[in-house]
């Protein structure tokens, strides 16, 4: 069994992903405990452990992975949330860059609304909303046919998804008009093991944006 150690913000949906799949897999591990608007992740330590400075970042056996998704489908190997089928690990694939290229918008829009960075009125918060909207109507119809994203199954591919679709109204887009991904949340949420400790992003963030990666 590797060591891990996971470089964790509190706040991140991305590493909420990570800490619902540790949870549900019983993976025992390190937490580094990062503040991204305390400068945390631009130390010359951090970048050579990742040159990008995000988080989450896994550390095993002393390399390191960033990137959520490819932290989740490490863990995942060999265990019932991946499956093994080459057709049912090309639809978790499908919905892992589906989430990084149509959900994250809800990350972008949560991140800096509830840090302050943009008003609720600005052109790219309205536009950004509109791309997030597009996103969830496609999970819409889709989960209005099956239970879980991926082959019927509960996979990485729901833990990805779930991690900021949950937060949409703190983006402001509420989710009554998404009937079915309301009812896929209640079953993620339902699945043996699931964890939800997102925190809330600090007010003033944006007044500290010279500490994180983030300046717009
Ligand atoms: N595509 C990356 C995005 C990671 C990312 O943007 N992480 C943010 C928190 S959600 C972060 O750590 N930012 C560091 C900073 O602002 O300094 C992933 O999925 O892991």
């Not at 960075?117 to 999970?139: C, K, N, Q, T, Y």
């Not at 990805?160 to 009812?183: K, M, W």
Request: negative net charge; glycine residues 8%; aromatic residues 10%.
């Amino acid at each position: 069994m590797a060591f891990l150690r996971l470089y964790d913000y509190p706040a991140s949906g991305n590493c909420l992903k990570v800490r619902i799949l540790l949870a549900q897999l019983g993976l025992p591990h390190e937490r580094v405990t990062l503040d991204i608007f305390g400068g945390d992740t631009l130390t010359a330590s951090y970048g050579e452990k990742n040159p990008a400075r995000t988080t989450p970042l896994l550390e095993v056996d002393g390399d390191h992975l960033p990137e959520s998704n490819a932290i989740l489908w490490y863990l995942a190997e060999g265990t019932a949330m991946l499956p093994d089928g080459p057709f049912e690990r090309g639809e978790v694939v499908r919905w892992l860059l589906f989430e990084q290229a149509w959900i994250s918008g809800i990350a972008r829009l949560r991140f800096r609304l509830q840090a302050g960075f943009l008003p609720p009125d600005d052109p790219s918060v309205v536009r950004w909303r509109e791309s997030a909207r597009r996103g969830l109507a496609v999970l819409e119809e889709h989960l209005a046919r099956h239970a879980f994203l991926a082959g019927d199954a509960y996979s990485i591919a729901d833990v990805a998804n779930y991690a900021y679709v949950h937060v949409a109204p703190e983006a402001g887009i509420p989710l009554s008009d998404f009937p079915a991904v309301t009812r896929w949340l209640r079953r993620v949420e339902e699945t043996p093991g699931f964890v939800n400790d997102l925190a809330h992003l600090p007010p003033d963030g944006a007044q500290r944006r010279g500490l994180s990666i983030y300046t717009v």
